[in-house]
């Protein structure tokens, strides 16, 4: 009982549901006076926690991509080349087979808010702006470049100093962002129940998690048929034994902490699997694969769009958004929301979401984010049989390909 209380999910649905039953009463007729001068603090504090967050957002993106750039780059190979190729087609034909079912499904999920008929916020008492020392594409420049041009130049000093950083940048994740969460999405919520905006669509969030639940299946149903037609295996060799990675994914929501589980249930696959391969590929996929992840986010993302901004991005924004997404999700860590927060900056910097659309993501995305995991470790079972098909199809004897990581 204590680890579900201590859990980010459920400070996140405490903190949902004590923001929204302080925006309620701060916007009764009766509480009027008292209601503006709260929500004057309210609208304050979300602005200077956002700051925060948005500050972050470079930092992030370079602590994670510089250093899978670099670690992909300097231990490149055939198998290795190959895992990556896969990781990242699954990962966007995931996000675009999202995309293709948001604009179809989302538009006739709700009625989208009248703008006018909202109640408007009271303004800041003070505005404190903490600027990003750069922009998001910037660091995304900034983050292959600098991995591309270490692995080439084998700067080993340089590589272990982005991992260094990547470490200091995971401890501001794990010590600043995600402890002052459920504050910044508390506010935000008391913000959106003081306009009005929750009364019509909330629902629609929960019907949306189960669309995406359902995409989850469909997912993991392609990638081991795709998988069984590639090696001519039977691909349900695999999937019978992944039971039980799927349930230690749904409950920790992290590729990293079912590592363990996950090398087991595949090395019970083998045949079909190679063993080689499972050793390999398990490990590398728990980090670079993130299929569940992003298809969830992509769905997400247009949903929140709809419901806040009126209207869905358009195709070309959100094909890049999903391109781009991939290669965040390759350097994304395996932890709990690890893949929406090294994707801050495209949810602000591509779709132009304010800190209102952002806390949305973080709250729906978090809670349905063990599903996601689950999907995600699933479906490296699949990945790992098209390595296998790979291997023996080009006559790759087996090997301790481990050791290359």
């Not at 649905?13 to 709260?38: D, H």
Request: overall charge neutral; some cysteine.
């Amino acid at each position: 009982m204590k680890r579900i209380f201590s859990s980010l999910p459920f400070k996140l649905l405490l903190g949902v549901a004590a923001g929204m039953a302080a925006g309620r009463i701060a916007g009764a007729e009766s509480v009027n006076a008292f209601g503006s001068s709260f929500m004057n603090v309210a609208v304050t504090v979300r602005f200077i926690l956002s700051e925060l967050i948005n500050f972050c957002v470079p930092l992030i993106i370079i602590g994670f991509i510089a250093p899978a750039v670099a670690k992909l780059g300097r231990n490149a190979s055939r198998m290795l080349g190959a895992a990556l190729l896969c990781a990242y087609g699954s990962s966007v034909l995931a996000a675009l087979l999202s995309m293709a079912a948001g604009y179809g499904i989302i538009p006739g999920l709700s009625e989208v808010s009248d703008p006018g008929s909202l109640r408007e916020l009271p303004e800041l008492v003070f505005r404190l702006e903490i600027p990003a020392v750069m922009s998001v594409m910037s660091a995304l420049a900034l983050s292959v470049l600098l991995g591309l041009s270490a692995a080439w130049t084998k700067a080993e000093m340089t590589v272990r100093l982005l991992e260094e950083f990547r470490n200091m940048v995971l401890k501001i994740v794990t010590k600043v962002i995600i402890p002052i969460l459920p504050v910044f999405i508390g506010f935000t919520f008391c913000g959106l129940a003081y306009e009005g905006v929750l009364t019509r669509q909330l629902p629609v969030f929960l019907k949306v998690i189960l669309i995406v639940m359902a995409g989850h299946l469909i997912w993991m149903a392609v990638l081991y048929t795709a998988a069984g037609i590639y090696t001519r295996k039977n691909p349900l060799a695999v999937l019978k034994n992944y039971g039980p990675a799927y349930l230690t994914a749904a409950g920790t929501m992290s590729s990293a902490a079912t590592l363990a589980v996950a090398l087991r249930c595949a090395k019970k696959s083998t045949p079909p699997l190679r063993r080689d391969m499972a050793e390999f590929g398990i490990p590398l996929f728990a980090n670079i694969h993130l299929c569940g992840s992003v298809l969830t986010e992509v769905f997400f993302v247009m949903t929140v769009s709809h419901l806040l901004y009126q209207e869905i991005p358009p195709v070309g924004t959100m094909v890049l958004f999903c391109l781009l997404l991939g290669v965040f999700a390759v350097g994304a860590p395996g932890v709990p929301g690890g893949t929406v927060m090294a994707s801050l900056g495209l949810i602000t910097g591509v779709l132009g979401f304010s800190e209102t659309g952002t806390a949305l993501m973080l709250t729906i995305f978090a809670l349905q984010d063990s599903f996601g995991t689950a999907c995600n470790v699933t479906g490296d079972g699949a990945l790992t049989l098209i390595l296998s098909g790979y291997a023996d199809r080009h006559q790759i004897g087996e090997t301790d390909l481990s050791a290359e990581l």
